[in-house]
């Protein structure tokens, strides 16, 4: 059968910092620049989710996308909309959040979730509408 | 010579339900939900269709990209723009037209239309501006 | 108090055909074109709603945007959405349902839901991102 | 002379929350709901300033853009860009920052610099792509 | 009955500059800047057409949108797509090409070519994402 | 440490033609249609510059967005970004300036530039919103 990727675009706003605490403010705000400001900004971020499986014939399905969208919901969106990635996020905890460390630790919150014959392809996350990563996994 | 991706976006609006003609109603609409209704719905689909080859060093071209936009308009977008996906499209018939149906049926039209030197690489489709399918063939 | 506009931007899809009832089908296909395929097409429709009113000093709120997504929700979206404009929809009986006509009857559903002091200001319904209708009230 | 509006989108990311100092917790929980998160949460903004004023036969400008982008540059984007609206903004100091309280703070910004025979013709204010306000003066 | 807004969104690419025949090179750059180019640059035009009228309650349409488009695509986008608007258009002769002129010189194309119970309404004219004026006549 | 593909989205906007200069002018014209105009046309062209790299654990950073934007700013937008792609780049000079063309040799631009441990993934290249080209190097 054909191996499709199937893709869930999902949205949430939190606020975060930029921030080494081993570092001093004038190290921060030189590294980070106005992303360093300490009493936080934010942004609304968008999130590809991409699986890839083979097409079942029965459904016509890779996967049920209210079934991805549920997995997106419960383990990440539901902890970080409307919330602070430095402070309210328990697997955030001690994470600088960039949007490269958090495009990884959402990686780890959704794989380990997805049924087995379903493979986790690449997540993309935008910051803004100019600036994103994307990742694939180790 | 360089190997570059030439991408054309198309659009066409059809009508669609999910339905397994083996299932019951009930099964169906557990499986499909709203999608499986009985009276249809519809969609404004998104179609990327990308190709690869060398650069053309005379013309500076991959592909004439009115050539694949005529490719698409011929086998795929007169057939399917203003129809009925389950009734209307001799080259879906027997298919339940999910998203990942379409992509591979799209697949398997175009592919073959297509000159000797030019590799179809990439369809993506959208079936709203949060769900898509890709697909890169077998 | 400032007077400001709210708008909230919701979505729906659905299958529709146009069609007059009393003309014959080679006048229908004459006037309506493919948009008058008997089988039906559909379309991924969005649609701003804006309401305006006095700002209110106590919350900086004009409306609670969960109000009135919520009215039209209820009003409208589950309606409508996943469902055939002609066959489904009984505040659309007997109606043609072209986008202008389909704008008219929204603004009569969500008009009266509203608090008094909020007057629903203008809707714009987007049949695709290139055809779009805008009506605010007789 | 013809008039003609001008219309200059421009973005910032900032970080706030909605909070009525004289309520409880719970009742700013109540109204505000995620909004009032203590720990702030935050948006990539959008704002769309458009300005009125007599097309000049010389230039064939209403107003050089460069001039207008530099207005709302200088006067609203460097103080909220990467900032937080509750804390950081001494023109916003007190206001709680909903969309609408924003929009007007910033009407009252941008009208007083603009040359004597623009208009300033209307805000634009986008907190998601999917909720925005609208201020055109009192 | 009801009155009732139709928007049709075209587009086109075109070369031009900023250009005043009797200023100095100087002069021209110092007011116009980059867009002074003698070489020239372009853009990728989006141009929204709205017209008002009243609800046809026979075809629920108020302008065939098919006929809007015709009016649109002979009077001005055959003339300016893929064009130099300084050099190539009779209709924009000795008019130096900035947006505000080029919206109310279409403006003048469109008005007289449609049905006199159709109101031309607005134009709206992009010329970057960011950038836009709008015009409603005299 | 994972290696993750970091994006930033830049704009330029250019005129150019289609041209091959040994050819007729009938020749060139019917290769190249309305693209191969003498008076030139232009673009408003968006470029996506993904680099791929492993996370500094230190910073959370690929690489500092900034530095990509400056790379991308000094070498491709301040040389491209209102001229004229055919007469105005010494870097394009006797290049027949096709989004193909074009891609490539921004790619020849930036991959020197860049720090010996990241590596240039993949340019995106839109000429138009429905138009683009892909390029990952040879």
């Known amino acids: 059968m054909p191996r499709v990727h199937l893709t869930r675009r999902v949205h949430f706003s939190a606020a975060h910092r930029l921030h080494h605490p081993d570092w001093s403010d004038e190290r921060n705000r030189e590294v980070f620049g106005d992303c360093s400001n300490p009493n936080w900004h934010g942004h609304n971020y968008e999130l590809d989710v991409t699986v890839e499986g083979e097409l079942d014939p029965e459904t016509g399905y890779v996967l049920d996308l209210k079934a ?3 997995v997106v919901e419960d383990l990440v ?22 949007t490269e460390n958090l495009v990884v630790a ?31 996994g180790r």
């Open 77 to 98: 969106i539901q902890d970080v909309d409307h919330r602070n990635l430095n402070l309210d996020v328990d697997w955030l905890d001690g994470t600088n959040p960039t």
């Open 68 to 70: 991805l969208k549920q």
């Open 106 to 136: 959402i990686w780890e919150r959704i794989r380990p979730a997805l049924p087995p014959d379903i493979q986790l392809k690449r997540l993309v996350l935008w910051e803004t509408p100019r600036n994103r990563v994307e990742y694939e």
